[in-house]
């Protein structure tokens, strides 16, 4: 039977979801997105508001149905929000999604901390539900708890204002990372030699005759990969590691107080301890254990690349005592050159914007069953592309490819969530915001690097579209433990080194598919430089760590960053710089950086499977969609792994990649 309260906030919530976004393409877009905000932030403290006052009897149909629908309007105006804070062009419009993500940020924190709502979930006789109701209920109390429903008023009041106080704070810090875009200027173009021709011909010199080169990903990567001029990497670097200093310095200062503060208000001893609880490690000695165990496995691999890089370095300065890691790209390159007969430039030729996005598509399209259709759609600029999936006539989801960039937007590359999927109601919906070249009417050529960004991020995109059909949205989409969130992302990275897939969309202008001996020196090269990169990403994974296992006060933030690039990597800090304060994770994923590698290990050992049956192996790619990505957070990461595997993961496969 279905009562009365459900009927209402029903008719509520399909007035809201009928177009996740607002039409913005038309002058009034502040008048649109601001109406459009403001109508589903009443509706959702409203529909709050009766769940509150709720005294009925308490079953699926009377709190879950109405806490799932009050939920995905928050997820919406939440994500959206978000999504126009970091991309819009329009200072407004991204002032107004700044302070929407902080009115619904306000109400979730408000339902997780309500205790009527926890008293009327806790009510609710689990016995004879399904499993995934069962899941739902579960990470339900576990957010109540977590975000401390049981504690006193007073103290509840405090958790409240601190959770303000951190989505501004994060907020703060993120910004002021996204419009720091510093540059340097070359005196000519001579001192572009090395870089390709390419590159050259987009980089003329303005009215001053200067040649400006930022510190954006287009401009930043192939500079210090191929610029021949030591001294000009060098500076592009400081200015690249010195981006939100100072301003940054006491943002990230006071989040790291502020979330110790939450912490110790929850009885944790430090954050650390608290955002580790719910993930695959659970605590933070297992996540520090993780970091010593791979770099203790990474170390040997590493001193040999160090050494050979410095061999290097001393051909051109024999009195060069140690590698600058400003210099580690650069001689990376030349050892590739010179050791396996490869230069990295050969292959950009091939990897040219719009080809790589079709690639991605195609391949995607055969090893999943599904098919893209792009759309005309009105969106926040001109450069954005809209496409939906399909299951033959079924719509999976709707995509946004925002890709080049631009003043004001996100500078890094990432999956943007902006609707998450709910079975029989919505479709899930997100954006990939990336740096990628192209966009600006150039033939827009990526380096290799670039092209497994997008296939990384492309595989969040996938997990969040096939998982996002569960029936409750706490577990749809990309709900699972954070720890194993980037596995498919990493996973599908392994198909940017195949010949086979490669021929199918490398292609230079004249359409010639991309030689095999090419990609035969491309993957003999790949060795080199592995130990380092690991080392590398290890040091930030300590970072996250040691930044949020203690009292914020009890240590000095340069300083460990100081000590942690000493104590795991072989390159020496550079005074001047101040990396922490534009490493971005460090708010959205705080302590818990190791993650990526995490990840990585349990990636490394599924994608032996598919070296056993075949990249293209349709039948595997099935089972993956269905054991790994459909369920969502339907299952524990454990139970979805053992589902595809047949067993635990082994820490095996990575070890045997590290040192093959």
Known sequence: MTSPFYKVGFLLFLAAFVSAIPLIAEENVVDIFKKSSEADLQTARRLFAELEKYEGPTTVETVLVPLNKLLMLIDKGENLAHLYLVVHPNAEIRRLGAEYEQEFARLETKINLSRSIFEAVSGIDTINLDAETKRFIYILMQDFRRAGVNRSSEVRNQIEKLQE???????????????????????????????????????QPAENGKIRVTTDYPDYIPFMKYAKSDERRFELYQKNRSRGYPQNQEVLQRLLEKRYEFAQLLDYKNYAEYITEDKMVKNPQVAEDFINKVVNVASDRAEQDYQVLLKRLQKEDPNATEVGIWQNTYLSEIIKNETFDFDSKELRQYFQYENVKNGILNLTSQMFGVSYKKV?????????????????????????????????????????EVRTGVRGIQVPEAALVCNFPGGDGSTGLMEHQQVKTFFHEFGHLLHYIFGGHQPWIKISGISTEWDFVETPSILLEEWVWDAAILKKFAVNASGEPIPDNLIEKMNAARTFGLGLNVLQQMYYSAISLN??????HSFDLLEMVKSLQHEITPFEYVDGTFMHLAFGHLDG??????????????????FSLFQQEGLLNEKLAQKYRKTVLEPGGSKEANKLIIDFLGRDFSFEAFANWLNN
């Open 165 to 203: 106080e951190l989505v501004t704070t994060g907020q703060d810090f993120a910004r002021n990372i996204r419009e720091d875009v510093r540059y340097i200027e070359l005196d000519s173009a001579g001192e572009l030699e090395g870089l390709p021709e390419d590159f050259i011909n987009s980089h």
């Open 376 to 416: 005309d759609e009105p969106v926040w600029h001109s450069s954005v592309d809209v496409y939906e999936m399909w299951d033959d006539e079924k719509l999976l989801g709707r995509f946004y490819l925002d890709m080049h960039p631009r003043e004001n937007k996100y500078k890094h590359a990432m999956l943007t």
């Open 589 to 606: 994923y705080s302590a818990i950086y190791y993650t990526y590698k995490w990840s990585e290990v349990i990636a490394k050992d599924m």
């Open 547 to 552: 930044f949020y296992n203690r009292a914020p």
